[in-house]
């Protein structure tokens, strides 16, 4: 089931676009303007935010729309066994991004300051929070609904969910926004990339919003 979610996504242009081309933008847009308009923000802190970005991005509930989830509901795949073998897939897809945003962040001048358990755990519980979240939009909403929510949330968090920027940039709403999936994932990706450091709080976050998604996906999720 993994392999299979993994050569779906890899072959699917929107997929590839939302999980590589995006995130390429987001991060050279940023470090240039940020240079132009002399923001204290440069690229050690765009390349986590953007890393994070990357592993939200890939979350999406596109299933339904594609008619995918109605024909998994004919084989013998639990629904264990679906949020498994997509967590896998994103987790292979990752390495990918990981190799495309960390070069590019690298070409711009990137100097990682890295805690390699803090990373890992961050990529996984990540991973597994947006993994359970875009399940349970695709699971739960109508076809022509999933691409209208799933994108207004994409953009909702891009803009305001402290994954590229951190909390500190949102004044005193960061307090608020650094319980969110997206500003616990970027908070903790900077903090293993930039600080070399495990983000225990941020961690717990996440696995607290994978337990959610996945209790929630559970119980709401519908084949057809």
Same mark, same amino acid.
């Given at each position: 089931?993994?392999?299979?979610?993994?050569? &779906?996504? $890899?072959?699917?242009? !929107?997929? /590839?676009?939302? %999980? #590589?081309?995006?995130? =390429?933008?987001?991060?050279? +847009?940023?470090?240039?303007?940020?240079?132009?308009?002399?923001?204290?923000?440069?690229?050690?802190?765009?390349?986590?935010?953007?890393?994070?970005?990357?592993?939200?991005?890939?979350?999406?509930?596109?299933?339904?729309?594609?008619?995918?989830?109605?024909?998994?509901?004919?084989?013998?795949?639990?629904?264990?066994?679906?949020?498994?073998?997509?967590? &896998?897939? $994103?987790?292979?897809? !990752?390495? /990918?991004?990981? %190799? #495309?945003?960390?070069? =590019?962040?690298?070409?711009? +001048?990137?100097?990682?300051?890295?805690?390699?358990?803090?990373?890992?755990?961050?990529?996984?519980?990540?991973?597994?929070?947006?993994?359970?979240?875009?399940?349970?939009?695709?699971?739960?909403?109508?076809?022509?609904?999933?691409?209208?929510?799933?994108?207004?949330?994409?953009?909702?968090?891009?803009?305001?969910?402290?994954?590229?920027?951190?909390?500190?940039?949102?004044?005193?709403?960061?307090?608020?926004?650094?319980?969110?999936?997206?500003?616990?994932?970027?908070?903790?990706?900077?903090?293993?990339?930039?600080?070399?450091?495990?983000?225990?709080?941020?961690?717990?976050?996440?696995?607290?919003?994978?337990?959610?998604?996945?209790?929630?996906?559970?119980?709401?999720?519908?084949?057809?």
């Amino acid at each position: 089931q993994a392999s299979m979610e993994a050569r &779906l996504m $890899l072959r699917n242009g !929107e997929q /590839l676009l939302l %999980a #590589v081309v995006i995130p =390429v933008i987001v991060l050279i +847009g940023g470090v240039r303007g940020a240079d132009r308009v002399n923001l204290s923000y440069g690229v050690n802190t765009f390349t986590p935010g953007v890393l994070a970005l990357a592993i939200m991005s890939i979350a999406r509930g596109f299933e339904r729309r594609y008619g995918v989830i109605k024909r998994l509901g004919t084989s013998p795949l639990s629904r264990t066994g679906l949020l498994c073998g997509k967590v &896998l897939a $994103l987790l292979a897809v !990752e390495v /990918l991004q990981v %190799a #495309v945003i960390s070069g =590019v962040g690298f070409a711009l +001048g990137w100097d990682p300051d890295a805690d390699v358990l803090g990373l890992l755990l961050t990529v996984v519980l990540g991973t597994a929070a947006f993994a359970a979240l875009g399940l349970l939009v695709a699971g739960s909403l109508r076809a022509e609904a999933t691409l209208a929510a799933a994108n207004l949330i994409y953009l909702l968090l891009l803009a305001g969910g402290a994954v590229v920027l951190p909390t500190s940039a949102y004044g005193s709403f960061g307090d608020v926004v650094a319980f969110l999936p997206s500003g616990a994932l970027g908070e903790a990706m900077r903090a293993a990339l930039s600080d070399s450091a495990v983000a225990v709080r941020d961690l717990v976050v996440l696995a607290c919003w994978a337990v959610v998604g996945a209790v929630a996906t559970a119980r709401t999720f519908t084949w057809e």
